[in-house]
């Protein structure tokens, strides 16, 4: 069974940085990718961030990649997704999902994973 939990959203104000934290309850952690999305309101849940089973490749997409980091520490099972430059239009529940697959593989597709945890609300005020 996998489980995972997403912490260290709340209410931060415009230009802060936050890190998000995501720890995955199953003892072969390092078989996991894990990758970092987000869904606002009647939005489609997107990508973010993925980091593969081994650490060895992150994906960010284009439009992300200068204020979103992604790492992992397999000691503690959990990966962090650091977000810098908050601005009030990445207020959203932010989550992660992880997919059991080869150590360098990163899932880039929303279907690709199978597991996912409940979600952190992270809100940005002006």
């Known amino acids: 069974q996998v489980q995972l939990a997403e912490s260290g959203g709340g209410l931060v104000q415009a230009g802060d940085s936050v890190r998000l934290s995501c720890v995955l309850s199953n003892p072969r952690f390092g078989n996991y990718a894990v990758g970092w999305f987000r869904q606002a309101p009647g939005k489609e849940r997107d990508l973010l961030a993925a980091?593969?089973?081994?650490?060895?490749?992150?994906y960010v997409p284009d439009s992300g990649n200068a204020r979103f980091a992604i790492s992992r520490d397999n000691t503690l099972n959990t990966v962090y997704l650091q977000i810098n430059s908050l601005q009030p239009d990445d207020t959203a529940a932010y989550y992660c999902g992880a997919d059991r697959t080869y150590p360098g593989w990163v899932p880039i597709r929303l279907s690709e994973y199978d597991y996912w945890g409940q979600g952190t609300q992270v809100t940005v005020s002006s």
């Open positions: 980091i593969s089973p081994n650490g060895a490749k992150t």
